[in-house]
């Protein structure tokens, strides 16, 4: 079965994707939104969209507090225990497992299995639940634009069990706020501190106990070349070295954490006191303030407007976004102070954003194609294991990217032979009924119905010649459903 789909689509799939020519129809650009502020239509979406008016829904999803959330949805986030704990209280955990593994209990390691394998599909379930069902789909998008661009790796240490408390608490509030807030959040999060490695960063001290013993510039290093100046950003060497100084005593203790909640504190005997110069410019001994003042500086940098607005036009634009546009993203960044809800406005507003060129022009990351599957097909959530396997098949493990700076969201890292296959296959599973097992097969016409518009009249041709059990396999795994 597999092989008479794949042999049709994939081929066809490695072909460049055609430009749109025609200026975009109202009926386009409903889809156009629901492609980029969503993770693609769910049945009915495309005629709400125009029903409601395309900028009065980007308004709305702007401010998402505004959209209730459906009950049901509130109810099943609630009941996921391990992903409501405070971070203190998932370490927690996290320190007694590991104890119980020391201790060389009988079983322990079992158990220490099973529970970690609960916390990790109830932090996908949590993720994924709200991207594929929530009406809030801009905050959803942005929580994974932001996590991506702060990005921590789950399988580093104790990070595994500060994941979720990172992404509720740093990311998820600030997706749409400021970004000088969203700065400091994930700046302070114990889950950051410990991945880049701040947490141990010192004022040289050879004969401290434990690892802070010196300077480590982890942090200050990724804080400039990928949270804010970017690579070309105009700093040198020395500028990192300085800002690790400033930096030193940022840190937690984890016995603190977790008996006490405490998720950051600054550590005067650890802090550098002598003077600095950074980015040109003499600090003048501040403890904890050096470092918030550079949050300061770097968050209303010019080179850091134009690095983000670069950043947030290629996931919203294309891979080489237009200058003008990151232009006058750039100067609605200095204007407003950094408000990313703002620059986000100026971007939807723009003539590039709704320019028939953009349509179709990205290529869907595994993470977006995985959940714009399921939206598009409404397939049942009840189990998120398949999904979350699908995803490391597909190069893209949830909260497993291994680097500090994230997964990539240009065609060039995931357009390839090997991955269009696992996506084909991964189509037909779903439209099957195989996602879990026992699951109801798609509805071919209900599927074409929901992708009205974002399907190509050659592509809509080649499906309606093929059997009907495979024309839902045929959509999903279709090279217009792989852009967005």
Known sequence: MFSRVSSAILAAALLAPALHAAPLAPGQQAVHVLNRLAFGPRPGDVERVRRMGVQAWIDEQLHP????????????????ETVRRSAGESLGAYVELRKEVRNEDEGAQQRRRLEMRRVVLEEAEARLVRAVESPRQLEEVMVDFWFNHFNVFAGKGIDRALVASYERDAIRPNALGSFRALLGATAKHPAMLFYLDNVVSSMPRPNAKGRAQGLNENYARELMELHTLGVDGGYTQRDVTELARMLTGWTFDQRRLVRDGETFRFDPRRHDQGAKTWLGHEIAPGGQGEGEHALDVLAMHPATARHVSFQLAQYFVSDAPPPALVEAMTRTWLASQGDIRAVLKTLFASSEFMDSAALGAKFKTPYQFVVSAMRAG?????????????????????YGCQTPDGYKNTQDAWLNPDALTRRIAFATALAQGRLPQGSVPLDPALLQATLAGAVSPRTLDTVARQPENLRAAMLLGSPDFMQR
Do not use: H, K, Y
Not at 70 to 80: F, G, K, N, T, Y
Not at 385 to 392: D, E, K, Q, R
């Open 65 to 80: 507090e505004t959209i209730p959330m459906p009950p049901a949805l509130s109810a099943r986030l609630d009941a996921l």
């Open 378 to 398: 409404s397939a049942p959530l009840a189990n998120v294991t398949p999904l979350v396997g699908a995803m490391s098949q597909l190069g893209m493990p949830l």
